[in-house]
C-alpha cells in the first residue's frame, strides 16, 4: 500500500514543486516536513534561493509518501486532506482561519498519531499566499489530486498527482465511494443513531484492513439497535456494486443480528442481513449488486446492529461502492 506522485506534464516531482514556488510567485514560503525516522526539516524558500534546502525537502517527501496507506478529502471540514500510514501517524493540511472574504491564506500542516482527536490548530506553515479560491484537493478513484495556486499567478498552476493504491482494483474500476476509517474519525455527512445503550464510533482494531474500523458497541443489558449512515450519489450511474467486511465480538446470539440498507429515495431496502446469532470473528466480506434499485443523487447507505449483552459489538470496514 503505497503513494507514488506522478504530474500529468511527465516533470518530476522537484521540477513541479519548484515550479509551483517560482513561477506563481509564492514568496517566503515555509515548508516543514516531520518523518519518523529522521529530524525536522525546515526552509525558507523564496524564488531566489534555499535550492539546496528545498532538494532536500523534495526527498523528504517522496520517503514520507512512501509509507502513506490512506488518503481522505473533506473539503466541508476543517482538514483540506488528510493521509495516513500503516505506522498510526497522521499528517493532514488545513488553512488557517482568516477573515471574511480574504483570498490569500497560508496553508498548515500537522503531523500526530491517529489516536489524537482531529484539531486544525497548533500545525505549521506549509505555504504562505495560496490562493484559496484555485488552490485544490480532491480525490478521482485511486489518484490524490493537489493543485497550488499562488498570490499574483495570471496563468494555471501546475498540478501534481499521487497514485494512491490502497484500493488495488481502483484503476480498474469507478469507485463512487470510499471509506475505511483510517484518519480515526467519521468525515462529514455520517450519521449516527444510537440505541438505548448502544452506538457507533470509530476505535482501533487488530482484524480490520488497516488500524481502524467503525464499531457497534453495547455497553448495557438488553435488545437494542443502533444505526450509522452516510448519504451517496449514484445518481451518474445506471449500475453499482457495494462491497465492504464485517466481523463481530463478545458474547453473540439470538436476536442479535447486523444490517446493510440502501435508501432509494423514498425507503430502506436491505442488501444483506445476519440474525444467525453466530460469532465471525474475522473479517468476512459482502457484496451487493444495487442494479436492481433506484439510483439516484438522494441514495444513503445504512448499517444496523441489534445487540442484547454488554461488551458485545458489530464492526465495519472498507466500504467501497464502484461502478462494475
Known sequence: MKLRFKNSRGMT?????????ISTGIVGAL????????????????????RSELVGIMDMIEKESSEMMTVYVDSSTCYASCMVDNAGNRVYYYWDPGTA????RSL????EPTTSAI?????????????????????????????????????????????????PSAKERKYLFTEG???NSLASGWIVNSGASSTWSVQQSSTGIGKYVVV?????AG???????VPVDLGRVSSAVLSFNYFNNGTIGVPDAFKAELWNGSAWQTLFSDTTGAMVLSPRSVTADLSGYTLSQNNKIRFSGTLQTSGAHWYVDGIQIYSP
Not at 13 to 21: N, T, Y
Not at 101 to 104: A, D, K
Not at 108 to 111: A, I, L, M, T
Open 181 to 183: 476509517f483510517e484518519c
Open 31 to 50: 515548508f516543514v516536513f516531520m518523518i519518523p525516522w529522521v529530524n525536522v526539516f525546515t526552509a525558507l524558500v523564496s524564488s531566489g534561493g534555499h
Open 13 to 21: 516531482l522537484l521540477e513541479v514543486m519548484m515550479a509551483i514556488l
Open 119 to 167: 484539531s486544525c490548530s497548533g500545525g505549521k506553515v506549509f505555504a504562505r499566499n495560496l490562493d484559496t479560491t484555485k488552490t485544490s484537493f480532491a480525490v478521482n478513484n485511486s489518484l490524490f489530486r493537489i493543485n497550488l495556486v499562488g498570490k499574483g499567478d495570471t496563468a494555471s498552476s501546475i498540478p501534481f498527482t499521487v497514485f494512491n493504491v490502497v484500493f
Open 108 to 111: 498548515y500542516r500537522k503531523v
Open 223 to 229: 435488545s437494542n439497535t443502533s444505526t450509522i449512515e
Open 101 to 104: 472574504g480574504q483570498t490569500y
Open 216 to 220: 457497534d458497541s453495547q455497553g448495557g
